[in-house]
């Protein structure tokens, strides 16, 4: 388990830094080698109101927990090929300002349920130093978030090994969405035998809707990172199969890209400093 943390946290470093150079770069904004780093998770609130519903309104908000289950379709050789994933989760709490300090009263699930919805494909390879372990490279994926007012949603998800397997909710007629992704950014999860089962991460560009959740998002371009473990994997193999399970666990939580402003100062910034240092050299 620690080596697949290490790992997972090295590719995370990178994925990060990749997009964030890449969308810099994106605004004309040029990013020195070495010097990018990423921010805590921006603080966010979650505002029931906004959208006609009962709770309390939480201001301060840096994580929010889930549980999940999702169905794994996979061709592939050796463990090398291809993928297709769908899931659903439950949201059971809101954190902050760390991991660790659970928000009391919060209102989810007591005043309204929230849910994930979820899907993305891929690529597979065997995971280098872990015999039997797969990793998976998302090359699409897409989040929606829900509020559940009448507290009535279910998810379903089809047997292990069903043909065209679904994971569906029930009761959702009435539900509200309150964000989506709008693009995948970077993502990857592992697959390992024994114990540890894996994990996954994902960043999206996300988008709130109605409200619900505010906070100092811009420019359409908020970061949200939707990760966490495996708790179980069933009917997973090297080769092909159909409707493979996975339940698990984690959190999602937003980082602020600067609004245009701040890009602008910064950019105007290390424009002055070529022109000093060309003007010194001269």
Sequence with gaps: MAY???????????????????S???????????????????????NPGAIGVSGPTIPNVN???FSYVALVNQTATNGSGTFSEQGAGFFSSYRFPALPDVVTNPGI???????G?????????????????????????????????????TITASPVGTVGGTVTIGGSADDILVGQSTAM????????????????????????????LSGPFALGLNLGTFSGVNTSLTGFSLGNFNSGRIDG???????AVPEPTTLLLLGSGIVAMGWLRRKARG
């Excluded at 290490?6 to 590719?11: F, G, Q, R, T, V």
């Design 185 to 212: 950014l970077a993502g990857e999860s592992h697959a390992f035998p024994g114990l540890a089962n894996g994990d996954f991460k994902v960043l999206v560009n996300f988008q709130p809707v109605g409200g619900f």
């Design 63 to 65: 994580y929010t927990d």
């Design 117 to 153: 919805m979820f899907s993305g494909s891929g690529t597979v390879a065997p995971t280098p130093g872990i015999p039997g372990g797969e990793t998976a490279t998302f090359s699409n994926f897409s989040l929606r978030l829900f509020v559940d007012p009448n507290l009535n949603s």
């Design 109 to 115: 699930n007591t005043n309204y349920k929230l849910y």
């Design 24 to 46: 810099l770069f994106a605004m004309g904004v040029l990013v020195m080698s070495g010097t990018l780093a990423m921010a805590d998770p921006t603080t966010f609130s979650v």
């Design 4 to 22: 697949a943390d290490h790992y997972l946290m090295n590719k995370e470093a990178s994925m990060l830094k990749s997009f964030m150079t890449a």
């Design 249 to 255: 666990s984690g959190n999602l939580s937003f980082n």
